[in-house]
């Protein structure tokens, strides 16, 4: 600004000596013209070069006085706009304060567009970290989003929606919705959302889907709760080419498959257990009425009574320890009493007591222990209840006559005692295989053989895999018998455990 | 299985079919219904309770309804469309007394749904009431 203003200063100086040399020439060219006389010719010549040259040292003398800065000073060209009316007067003075009030507004309307200019930056860069944040928010989420814009148009979607949906999210901006959603249903739902044009309503409903990718490798449908919006319209109502409906629909599609899968195990679960329940307390029910009513008409008969409704009581007191220690283990709040176990003295304690239910069904029930010593770091009380439930099952699933053999040895390679149960019983059909360790799976056809309350193996894997991180398996062939075992890791003691 | 019973009078009072594969229950009701003086056959899954009926049809079936091979509702069923026994009432005992509806009972025999835990006593009311009156359409407050 200061060096426009002294360019601008500058040229009005030499205009104004141009100015005077034009004239002080022309003055002299007239002096030259009507000289008659030699020396009067030289006289003209003389003043046309010394009027200038005088002009250009009064000029300097001037400047050298000061006279100029202060004329300069006087129209304020150096520092502040305006100009100072204090040395003027007159039509220059009123010309002066109009020229200042229109410099002071013109001013005062740059400060203020300069501000504005300022806040609007900074607004655009919160508005700008506000998008990246919820950018990063909205791809961060495990459920899918797709926002659509009033012509049905994708305007934003995240890493979810565009892996479930099966479309490429960097080129699907813009992209019609009936490219980016395959499911008719779906589509159709946005679409009602978005023309019902109700902006205070989300629509919650359940809808079941083909998740993207086909062929072979397809999974099953999966099971989605779907909460539809419309967003406000960007434009006011009334804007040309704007519509008048809602901006747009935003749709959020959570996965809820596994959470209705464990809600129907659970209901399951209950309803099984409930059953199971009720088939026990039946019985009981049943005797104890039948010796009120004097149903049972001799003493044999009244001892048979109270010996089924106390094995009964004992197989209801027997299920709900098996449900409440499952419950415990599965929820992780069991609490475990680490001692050296010694396998051997567990299973002759075990054999011992099921040797009355063996022989009552001539099978002989045998031990196959080596001559070393067997131990690991385990619950006792719980490596019982695996064993216990193991031979129980030989026994009551082996027909009279059949062997039952309980074996323990020590595998190093997994540097754990390996426990096996070996029977000659019915065997397990293939496709009962990976049932059999699963809650209240009992092999029909088996049912009748004896009863159960089918979470005995599912105990004996909670107790193998999920407290002491060990193994349990089963070899087995219908018609042949089959071979339950389980191992539980022990700590190396030389001398010891071989 | 086939034993005779007659009631303390001495009087055979009915034939009948227990079917459970809770052999405590079998073992109850059977000895229940004897000594009321019914003759009383068990089995203890559906398939079982089928032919031992379209033998030698009872008077009435007492049957569970969770068995093996053959459910207590399907064995019921067949026995509707079986000529020799689709005139014969039952009594459907289960653990699941919400599990029948409306349709399950109209396309069997079955007039009363009893919940367990039963009563020994309840159910021989009952079966005496249904052969009582034989005709008696009407479900028991319990099955409708």
Known sequence: ?498 | MNEQQTNDSGTLVGRLIVVDDEMHIVHVLALKLRNAGYEVRTAADGEEGFELATQNPPDLIITDLQMPFLSGLEMCAKLRNHPSTSKVPAIMLTARGHALSRTDLDTTNIRLVLSKPFSPRQVLEEVERILGRPSAGALSKEAA
């Open chain 1, 1 to 498: 600004m200061t060096n426009t203003r002294s360019i601008l200063f500058g040229s009005a100086w030499v205009i104004a000596l141009a100015a005077l040399c034009t004239g002080s020439a022309w003055f002299a060219l007239r002096l030259v013209e009507n000289a008659h006389a030699e020396s009067w010719r030289w006289l003209a010549v003389g003043t046309m070069l010394a009027v200038p040259l005088a002009c250009a040292l009064a000029v300097q003398g001037l400047a050298r006085t000061g006279v100029v800065n202060r004329a300069r000073a006087a129209l304020a060209l150096e520092g502040s706009v305006g100009i100072n009316t204090g040395d003027c007067s007159g039509w220059f003075r009123t010309l002066a304060e109009a020229v200042n009030r229109r410099l002071a507004a013109e001013s005062q309307r740059t400060e203020q567009l300069t501000a504005r200019l300022r806040e609007a930056e900074i607004r655009l860069s919160i508005a700008e970290a506000e998008r990246r944040h919820t950018e990063t928010i909205l791809h961060s989420l495990r459920d899918a989003v797709i926002v659509t814009d009033p012509f049905n148009e994708l305007t934003l979607a995240n890493p979810s929606a565009a892996k479930l949906l099966g479309f490429d999210q960097a080129g699907s901006t813009h992209k019609p919705i009936e490219d980016i959603v395959k499911d008719d249903e779906l589509r159709r739902i946005i679409k009602e959302v978005r023309q019902s044009g109700m902006l205070s309503k989300q629509r919650h409903i359940e809808h079941t889907m083909q998740p993207a990718g086909s062929g072979p490798n397809a999974g099953p449908p999966a099971s989605f709760d779907v909460t539809i919006a419309c967003l406000p319209p960007r434009t006011p109502v009334g804007t040309p080419g704007a519509p008048k409906e809602v901006g747009g629909v935003v749709t959020i599609l959570r996965d809820i498959t596994r959470e209705k899968e464990i809600s129907q195990m659970k209901s399951d679960f209950v309803s099984q257990a409930s059953h199971e329940l009720r088939t026990p307390i039946a019985s009981i029910n049943a005797y104890v009425e039948m010796l009120l009513d004097a149903e049972a008409r001799d003493e044999a008969t009244k001892q048979e009574f109270y010996s089924i409704i106390k094995g009964e009581a004992e197989r209801l007191a027997r299920m709900i320890d098996n449900m409440l220690n499952i419950s415990r283990i599965e929820a992780g709040i069991v609490s475990v009493d680490r001692s050296e176990v010694d396998f051997a003295k567990v299973i002759r304690e075990v054999i011992e007591m099921m040797q009355p239910q063996a022989k009552a069904k001539n099978i002989m029930l045998l031990e196959r222990i080596g001559p070393l010593i067997y131990t690991a770091e385990a619950d006792r009380d719980m490596m019982h209840q695996v064993i216990l439930n193991l031979v129980s099952n030989a026994i009551k699933y082996t027909p009279e006559g059949g062997r039952a053999t309980v074996s323990v040895e020590t595998d190093d390679n997994s540097r754990s005692i390996l426990v096996s149960i070996q029977d000659t019983g019915l065997g397990i059909p293939p496709e009962a295989m990976d049932k059999v360790f699963g809650k209240f799976f009992r092999i029909e056809s088996y049912k009748r053989m004896a009863k159960g309350t089918g979470l005995g193996l599912n105990l004996v894997k909670h107790i193998v895999e999920t407290v002491h991180h060990g193994q349990v398996g089963v070899f087995s062939e219908v018609g042949m018998g089959s071979r339950f075992w389980f191992t539980v890791p022990f700590e190396f003691q030389s001398g010891r455990s071989g």
